[in-house]
């Protein structure tokens, strides 16, 4: 009886969740570097007593487009908002129909079908994640008005060959870089290859305000200044209504916040690409490079690894053996858009696109923000070690 006690409270000590030994993005890191600064250009804000648009956000929009290169930056109320602007601005409405990959977040496919037009999914590639554009070029039809290619986990596009279809159809871009603020392709920021780019300013990405912020690029004149209409409920001049639009502005308290952060971004995405290196060293050094796909960062591109993703058999057993060892993990993304209820009308089915669907069973992120140590680094890699070494001795 006594042994019987002592094997059940062992076993459950191994199978209960452990509480995180550190966290899978900690904010309060970053914020600890920049607090006092932070806090004053609050407390500026809060004594100028305005809160909407106006010269703090017109500074941040200047500082950006001297950051991105992009000829005009034109803030908004999120990422989400921003690809909803920029598909407006372009005309995409009912019965449009606008390609992208079903492997990203919701706000993707929301912003299609929001305006009454039909999402088409196309498949990814298995190594980069991203928009096959093989697969946008077999897509296209008469009544295709727009492609976003999404820049997902911070690694771009293959924005040149994307670039080479749209122009051949007349077909405009629109770059959804929520994930890569920073992330570069033969040396250009991404968002400035189409026609706009999307970008979010939500807290997890690697430039994140206080809240909800959004940021469109674009070097088109004319849709820079529809954007800027479009956000102020269509009318650039107050009361003057050119153009039906939304509510979708930054406020100034956000545009305070960022200024403060942009001039470390680079400094950040450095910290993740250190990091990414060391985890590739590690991975090597556990000789896990068998069962475990890390990211790819191909020649030509910047890797801004707003998430590190690797691509594993057994996923879900190895984040349960992560997560009892206290080794945070989180899933981008466990379902693909075709196939979520919010989308059945399209009528996908299971195999309809197999890699996305494969990413979607096997792609596991895990933490990367640029205040994690060497020893962090090294107990997550250690931790999958032991996962694989215990199910080859299981003879799995
Ligand atoms: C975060 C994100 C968005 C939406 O941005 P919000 O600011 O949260 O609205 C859109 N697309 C992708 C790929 C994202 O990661």
Redesign the pocket.
């Known amino acids: 009886m006594n042994t019987e006690v002592l094997v059940d409270s062992s076993a459950k000590r191994t199978q209960a969740p452990a509480k995180p030994l550190f966290p899978f993005l900690d904010l309060k890191a970053q914020f600890r570097t920049i607090r006092s600064e932070v806090l004053g250009a609050m407390e500026a804000v809060m004594d100028s007593q305005h809160f909407i648009l106006g010269p703090e956000v017109e500074r941040l929009e200047k500082q950006l487009e001297s950051f991105t290169g992009a000829k005009f930056a034109i803030s908004c109320a999120?990422?989400?908002?921003a690809?909803l602007l920029a598909l407006m601005a372009l005309g995409v409405g009912r019965d449009d129909e606008v390609i992208t990959t079903p492997f990203?977040?919701g706000?993707?496919g929301g912003a299609i079908v929001r305006l009454g037009a039909r999402p088409v999914f196309v498949d990814i590639d298995p190594r980069t994640y991203n928009i096959d554009p093989a697969t946008v070029a077999k897509a296209i039809t008469r009544k295709t008005k727009a492609i976003i290619p999404?820049h997902?986990f911070g690694l771009m596009s293959d924005m040149e060959a994307i670039m080479a279809v749209a122009s051949q159809n007349r077909i405009p871009v629109v770059e959804?870089a929520?994930?890569s603020l920073g992330s570069t392709y033969q040396g250009r920021q991404a968002g400035t290859f189409g026609d706009a780019g999307c970008f979010?300013?939500?807290p997890s990405?690697n430039l994140g305000c206080a809240g909800?912020g959004?940021l469109l690029c674009s070097n088109r004149e004319d849709l820079a200044k529809e954007l800027r209409g479009l956000r102020v409920h269509g009318a650039p001049k107050k009361y003057h209504y050119e153009m039906i639009g939304i509510n979708s502005r930054l406020d100034a308290l956000q545009a305070a916040i960022l200024r403060v952060k942009l001039p470390h971004l680079n400094k950040w995405s450095e910290a993740r690409r250190e990091n990414a290196r060391h985890y590739r060293a590690l991975f090597e050094k556990y000789d896990l490079l068998k069962a475990v796909q890390l990211p790819v960062e191909p020649e030509g591109y910047t890797h801004v690894y707003n998430q590190f993703s690797i691509r594993v058999k057994k996923r879900d057993a190895l984040r349960n053996h992560l997560q009892r060892c206290g080794v945070p993990t989180e899933i981008y993304y466990p379902y693909p858009l075709h196939l979520e209820p919010a989308y059945g009308l399209l009528g996908h089915r299971e195999g309809d696109m197999p890699v996305s669907e494969a990413a979607c069973r096997e792609v596991i992120s895990l933490p990367i923000y640029p205040e994690l140590t060497a020893e962090q680094l090294e107990t997550v890699v250690s931790a999958i070690a032991a996962f694989y070494a215990s199910s080859e001795l299981k003879g799995e």
């Open positions: 999120s990422g989400s908002d690809l990203t977040f706000a993707t999404v997902l959804d929520a994930q979010s300013f939500f990405k909800d959004g």
